[in-house]
């Protein structure tokens, strides 16, 4: 019984969008419970696939919340 647990940020792909859509997670979901069977030949009806949004300020990387670091990383380019 595979289980998948996807993060994503809780910002939309352009503007005016704040989050995914419930087709988009629904072809996540799918895509991904298709892989498992392909590769893995796990049956798609035991794979359990969670997806949660976090919002933007609750991730880090590099020792820094996201909106900060692509901050400094849009400073630096120009």
Same mark, same amino acid.
């Given at each position: 019984m595979p289980?998948?647990?996807i993060q994503i940020t809780r910002e939309g792909t352009g503007p005016g969008r704040n989050a995914a859509t419930a087709e988009e997670k629904a072809a996540v979901i799918r895509g991904v419970s298709q892989v498992l069977l392909d590769v /893995?030949?796990?049956p798609m009806d035991s794979t359990f696939v969670v997806i949660e949004e976090?919002? /933007?300020a609750n991730w880090g990387w590099g020792g820094l919340p996201v909106p900060e670091l692509r901050k400094r990383l849009s400073a630096e380019k120009k």
């Open positions: 289980m998948v647990n /893995l030949k796990k976090v919002g /933007l």
